[in-house]
């Protein structure tokens, strides 16, 4: 099909194979004789490796959870708010929040480091007197922070089209009937937006295994102080080309790879399965 | 509401619901305005830092530039010492170059996938949908080992072909959508005046411009975005993306808080004009393929 080719070939080239030829690569030494689960083995067996291991997964899920309890609600609770009616200004509310999301993770990170850093004195002046990026305790909850802030627009413009589709006349049908806004929200707002709040989460996710662009540019390869703020992203990498002092294995790097791709399987069959299956989509 | 019968409401009946009308609204504003200020105070006070003297940065940063503390030696530093006319044209070639191909290709994909019945059409659409949920990222590993071979190691057509791998996923899910709305009676009269196949798709494709459009909004962000693949794929001086170019750039300055600034200022503005002045479509764009 000459229609299907070109989709069909780029995409199976560059990114089926890459992914199903790092699985095989797990298996091998990086000479490329089979090595069984050696290299599993290492990874979870040697400390140098499991130690990190562990503690990028661990840093890893509080970055999720972070994202899941400020970045979504806030999302939606804007989207709400941007689609009341008979306010005034609504676009320009909503051009403006969204234009972090527009931004690099290069800019934002360095616009934070800055901001944040003790040097300049912007935060003593907010009354912040602890260096937020340079304290092991909350180098990764402050990073959490800057990452919602640059990303909330995502969830916002998704509720937002989610929102807007709703017909009015469902809404103003129930307020004739005696409701209240936080009846309209929660009986018929609420269960059409559910299955928006599924792919969402769903995407942020998946998104966290993707957040190494920030980290590596507000603390390095080696996401300091004392790995505090390393997360799978940063320890791949570091996995694979090697940093300040260790080398990298290109095998070790594709079982680090590995290990995320389950992860994220089991993270997508429990939405599927655990999820997507018990929520109802309404048809509008 | 019927006129004649009834009787008019009790005034204390209608005003305490307007005085909450009044208040919602204000309160509507109060929360998104709070909100803006944070969006905005971030770069806001970057830009205004970028435009003063070094002792002025630190004395109060919070005050705008005056005649007495204007200075534009940072922008002096960075204009004299970088690249960034380079790393801006190669920037806007892989973004400009993987949407086209993520935007025609996904089309040519999803008008066969909505169009024909043949056998294997749902698995094929299928394993094309399966790349939303997995992160490219994922076999960069065999992705380097694979350029390196093809001898596209700091070349743009390597980021362009990861990035419209990495594009043709949900642009293909999301053309479909649209794809499946055009009339089937359209395309079927075009064939009766004996349009090929070709000729039916040209004539489809204007139909489902907002698909186009959204799915352009939807590859355009990450791909400008990206650090990791210009990172590892062409971190060559010559083949540096704005984004790669200004993580590396920036990291030299470190100490120079006013080339700092004016390097922070010159990265962002560009973006936020272009972004301020095609907001709606952008904004419409992402809008669109969100709930499709």
Redesign the interface.
């Known amino acids: 099909?000459?229609?299907?080719a070109?989709?069909?070939v780029?995409?199976s080239?560059?990114?089926?194979?890459?992914?199903l030829?790092?699985l095989r690569?797990s298996f091998f030494d990086d000479d490329g004789n089979f090595a069984g689960l050696d290299n599993y083995n290492t990874l979870f067996g040697n400390p140098t490796f499991a130690d990190r291991f562990w503690d990028a997964l661990g840093h890893n899920f509080q970055f999720f959870a972070f994202h899941m309890v400020l970045q979504n609600p806030?999302g939606l609770?804007?989207a709400v708010?941007?689609t009341?009616q008979?306010?005034r200004?609504?676009?320009i509310?909503?051009?403006?929040?969204?234009?972090?999301?527009?931004?690099?993770?290069?800019?934002v990170g360095?616009?934070?480091r800055?901001?944040l850093s003790p040097i300049?004195?912007?935060t003593e002046?907010l009354g912040i007197d602890t260096p937020l990026l340079g304290e092991s305790r909350t180098v990764l909850p402050t990073l959490s922070l800057i990452s919602v802030?640059q990303w909330v627009g995502i969830p916002m413009?998704?509720f937002?089209?989610?929102l807007?589709?709703i017909p009015k006349d469902l809404i103003e049908a129930s307020r004739v009937d005696g409701a209240g806004?936080w009846q309209v929200f929660r009986d018929i707002t609420f269960p059409l937006i559910l299955p928006?709040l599924g792919i969402i989460s769903?995407l942020t996710y998946?998104g966290n295994?993707?957040a190494?662009?920030l980290i590596?540019?507000v603390k390095g390869v080696v996401a300091g102080p004392d790995f505090a703020s390393d997360i799978m992203?940063t320890f791949?990498y570091r996995t694979?080309f090697g940093a300040s002092g260790t080398t990298g294995s290109?095998a070790m790097?594709?079982t680090v790879?590995?290990v995320?791709?389950l992860i994220?399987l089991v993270g997508?069959l429990i939405y599927m399965f655990g999820w997507q299956r018990r929520v109802t989509t309404y048809e509008l | 509401m019927n006129t004649a019968t009834s009787a008019p409401a009790p005034p204390n009946r209608i005003s305490p619901t307007k005085r909450r009308i009044h208040f919602g609204r204000w309160g509507v504003h109060a929360v998104l305005l709070s909100y803006s200020m944070l969006a905005l105070g971030p770069t806001l006070l970057i830009i205004m830092n970028s435009l003063k003297s070094r002792r002025a940065i630190f004395d109060d940063a919070f005050s705008l530039p005056t005649a007495d503390t204007f200075d534009l030696v940072g922008y002096d530093t960075v204009l004299n010492g970088s690249s960034f006319d380079v790393y801006f044209r190669n920037s806007f070639i892989v973004t400009v170059a993987s949407v086209l191909l993520v935007v025609f290709f996904s089309a040519m994909a999803a008008f066969a996938l909505a169009e024909y019945d043949f056998k294997g059409n749902t698995l094929l659409a299928l394993y094309l949908a399966i790349g939303i949920m997995i992160p490219i990222r994922l076999g960069t590993v065999s992705i380097l080992k694979l350029m390196v071979s093809l001898s596209l190691i700091n070349t743009l057509w390597a980021l362009i072909l990861v990035y419209t791998a990495m594009g043709l996923p949900l642009g293909v899910f999301l053309m479909t959508q649209f794809m499946r709305q055009v009339p089937r009676e359209l395309k079927s009269a075009a064939r009766v005046d004996g349009a090929n196949e070709y000729r039916v798709f040209g004539l489809v494709l204007p139909l489902v411009r907002p698909g186009m459009a959204a799915v352009a909004v939807f590859t355009m962000l990450p791909v400008w975005n990206d650090l990791w693949f210009p990172l590892i794929l062409a971190p060559a001086e010559n083949t540096r993306t704005v984004t790669l170019g200004a993580s590396a750039f920036l990291g030299q300055f470190e100490r120079n808080w006013n080339a700092l600034l004016a390097a922070l200022t010159l990265a962002m503005v560009p973006i936020i004009l272009l972004y301020v002045i095609f907001s709606r479509q952008f904004l419409r764009g992402l809008t669109e393929g969100a709930i499709k």
């Not at chain 1, 099909?1 to 299907?4: E, G, K, Q, R």
């Not at chain 1, 509310?93 to 800019?107: A, E, K, M, N």
């Open positions: 099909m000459v229609f299907l070109p989709a069909t780029i995409y080239v560059f990114m089926v194979y890459p992914l030829d790092s690569r806030i609770l804007l708010l941007l009341v008979s306010v200004g609504l676009n509310y909503r051009t403006i929040v969204f234009l972090p999301t527009t931004l690099s993770v290069v800019i360095f616009v934070w800055l901001i300049w004195g912007v002046t802030w413009i998704f937002y089209a989610v807007i589709a806004s928006m769903i998946i295994f993707n190494f662009d590596y540019q992203g791949f694979f290109p790097g594709a790879a590995s995320m791709f994220i997508v």
